[in-house]
């Protein structure tokens, strides 16, 4: 998404024909209550964490680390965040697979019928997400799979694929198809030549539909809730089930440390591009290399 | 152009690459799916249609589906009067620095919990919560309002979650519009006003089309929200098809009711198709 704000073109200022643009202040007041009632929800929990009260309050009162050292110490949280976190990394690599191998067949190959496949493959994010794991439920008893994180896995991978598929094939699309050609000219298999060029070009897509697969897996309820079955939990259960109970600060400390966890994997990313972009100009400067 | 140009894979060579997550939907998701029907129309291996006649007979029923519909409309009402503003103010943002930072704003909800989000403002809305506080603390109100557990909690917490599927295709629509014709019509005499309304908005009715279907859409289905922040009250039919199966143990009634949200899902896709083509999202 930062690339596509970077490549919006510099356009020169209309604008300076008048002094003060009331409109364009009153556009940006409107806008920050917008930014504001969009992040509050999401940054007030980290003060949260720390209160010194057996409820989550706002303002918090007090400070403490109790909440943070049983969210990383008991194992009734340890347990579903350690499932959570396996069944997010399998779901992921799955639907890499099968969203990469699908995207291909629907941006280069010839599919009769790809407008109905178009739909189909993006629809497990528009039906409700209840029906899904009610429908699915029915199956998943008649052969015996409630309970199996492979059940599970596979479920998640239905949900998540489609953002997949929407990210790598709109990846794919870009995709300067001559850069392959070449490689095959000069005498690289097919197989090298996925390998080599088509997987590092779109390798930020990849990384991107990976996080999103991730987050939507780890972040999932519903599904979770139907097939899981009665012996393990998620951690979304988990802090479903505790905030039934009561509004325990134990979830905010939660929040908290993948919030943490998500700004570490942002400034990583952003960090490795800036690398890249660097190398890249360097190579530019080097030699007049196209692409 | 380019695209006429790249190799094609076969047949074989395409339905292979497909074939893995077709299968995986087909059994796993189609054939759940279209299992409903059946479920939900036959009782001891005879055909009935009692199950929607209960739905609609009663009226307690007809009227969670008259409010399911009512909130999503009024959801998505909402995210494009305030999302809009918000859109057109990105593509004004001459820094690009500024720029992607206002648009981690918009992405960072969906690096959260929907849970930890819901409840974060189950702690803002309640009874001696921030709001409420801040209200009286100011003079606005005398007594604490009943924010929670009402129709009014349902839908800001809704319309924090969906919003952002708002913003973005605007967003989207609205920076890959063609900057002369602005200049055109500022040339021609239009002042900011006019621009607005006779080119920009007009020209922009695409990704607003887009997002308010995707909007009413995900509304409909909405389960996390409504059964944290509804309360018994305020049921929404995905609250009501969780509350059959797992309360009341009606598995054919929740089949019936979940068949008919399908219906209505299905219904919704389709026109979104034909009006905005859905399959314009996987080029962009």
Known sequence: MNDAVAKSKERPSVDKSIGVNYPKILLGVFAGVIFTFLVVPSVITVPMSFSNTRFLVFPPKGFTLTWYSQFLIDEEWVGPTLFSLKLAICTTLVSLILGFMASLALVRGSLPGRKFLNILFISPIMIPVIIIAFAVYGIYAKLNLIGSTVGLVLAHAIYTTPFVILVISANLYRFDITLEMAARNLGASAFKTYLFITLPVIKTGIITAGIFCFIMSFDELVLAMFLIGTKRLTLPIKMFSQLQFRIDPVVAAASTVFIMAAFAIILGLGFLRRERKAIVSKEKGNDSFEQ | ?284
């Open chain 2, 1 to 284: 152009m380019k695209r006429e140009s790249i190799r094609r894979y076969s047949y074989l060579q395409s339905f292979l690459l497909i074939s893995p997550y077709l299968i995986l939907l087909s059994i796993f998701y189609l054939y759940p799916l279209f299992n409903l029907f059946p479920e939900s129309l036959f009782k001891d291996g005879n055909f009935t249609l009692e199950h929607y006649q209960h739905f609609f007979r009663i009226p307690l029923y007809s009227r969670i589906l008259f409010r399911t519909i009512r909130i999503s409309f009024m959801v998505t009402i909402f995210c494009f009067l305030l999302g809009y503003p918000v859109a057109y103010f990105l593509t004004e943002i001459k820094s690009q620095k500024i720029g992607s930072l206002f648009l981690a704003c918009v992405l960072l909800p969906f690096w959260t919990s929907i849970l930890v989000r819901t409840y974060s403002w189950v702690v803002l809305l309640q009874t001696n919560g921030l709001i409420n506080n801040f209200l009286t603390f100011t003079g606005l109100i005398e007594k604490p309002l009943d924010l929670l557990y009402s129709e009014f909690a349902v839908i800001v917490g809704m319309v924090h979650v969906l919003l952002p599927f708002m913003i973005l295709p605007i967003f989207s629509v609205l920076k890959n519009l063609d900057r002369n014709l602005i200049r055109a019509a500022r040339n021609l005499g239009a002042n900011y006003f006019w621009v607005f309304l006779m080119v920009i908005f007009p020209l922009s009715l695409p990704g607003v089309g887009a997002g308010a279907m995707f909007v009413f859409i995900l509304a409909l289905g909405f389960y996390i929200t409504p059964a944290i922040l509804g309360g018994p009250r305020t049921l929404m039919i995905s609250t009501l098809i969780d509350q059959q199966i797992n309360r009341l143990f009606n598995w054919d009634f929740a089949a019936a009711i979940a068949a008919l949200l399908l219906i209505v899902t299905i219904v919704m896709i389709v026109a979104f198709n034909k009006i905005v083509g859905l399959d314009k999202i996987y080029s962009e």
